[in-house]
T-cell receptor, first 112, second 113 residues
Framework: NAGVTQTPKFRVLKTGQSMTLLCAQD?????MYWYRQDPGMGLRLIHY???????AKGEVPDGYNVSRLKKQNFLLGLESAAPSQTSVYFC???????????FGPGTRLTVT | GESVGLHLPTLSVQEGDNSIINCAYS??????FIWYKQESGKGPQFIID?????DKRQGQRVTVLLNKTVKHLSLQIAATQPGDSAVYFC????????????FGAGTRLAVHP
């Protein structure tokens, strides 16, 4: 039982490049989330999904897109990376609403 | 507005002492609260949670207290150990259709031998 895994662990992009972050969970959770964490700030929700085939915007969705084609996977895409997207990105999943969220180890993204 | 804040950005304690980390929340409709621990370079790790129909919950060496009257949450760690050194986040679940957790900025706990 690996829990929540994220790929890649580190990435450096140039402004304007695109990339996709992959999140996978093996706990059969319905809910999945993408957060970003910046120095001195708490986690901020980018997008979330309440089930396979569904996605919704969170607190800071601009510049990101997501897809949930399979229940166990949640993809976060950056179509045209900007320096302001330099951050640590965390994926999480939960059994349902009002349950603890399990977090992955994070992806450190630098955009130059 | 919806916000979760912390009174102390850094807390230094001696090994073996008890630690208390405080958190204020602003949304009186929040019904679920969680404490997470985050070690350097790792993702947040669940410590303990509490629902709004309770005012106290205990785990192994940790206790969470909820005071809804003043919208205050605290995490107590008994016999603090060096391995407890980390950043601690409180989060509140804001009701309204999905599990929207609002996180505070975090408190760093430093345990000294």
């Amino acid at each position: 039982n690996a829990g929540v895994t994220q790929t890649p662990k580190f990435r450096v992009l140039k402004t304007g490049q695109s990339m996709t972050l992959l999140c996978a969970q093996d706990m059969n959770h319905e809910y999945m989330y993408w957060y970003r964490q910046d120095p001195g700030m708490g986690l901020r929700l980018i997008h979330y999904s309440v089930g396979e085939g569904t996605t919704a915007k969170g607190e800071v969705p601009d510049g990101y897109n997501v897809s949930r084609l399979k229940k166990q996977n949640f993809l976060l895409g950056l179509e045209s990376a900007a320096p302001s997207q330099t951050s640590v990105y965390f994926c999480a999943s939960s059994y349902g609403p009002i349950y603890e969220q399990y977090f992955g180890p994070g992806t450190r993204l630098t955009v130059t | 507005g919806e916000s979760v804040g912390l009174h102390l950005p850094t807390l230094s304690v001696q090994e073996g002492d008890n630690s208390i980390i405080n958190c204020a929340y602003s949304n009186s409709a929040s019904d679920y609260f969680i404490w997470y621990k985050q070690e350097s370079g790792k993702g947040p790790q669940f410590i303990i949670d509490i629902r709004s129909n309770m005012d106290k919950r205990q785990g192994q060496r940790v206790t969470v207290l909820l005071n809804k009257t003043v919208k205050h949450l605290s995490l107590q760690i008994a016999a603090t150990q060096p391995g407890d050194s980390a950043v601690y986040f409180c989060a509140e679940n804001v009701t309204g259709g999905y599990n929207k957790l609002i996180f505070g900025a975090g408190t760093r706990l430093a345990v000294h031998p």
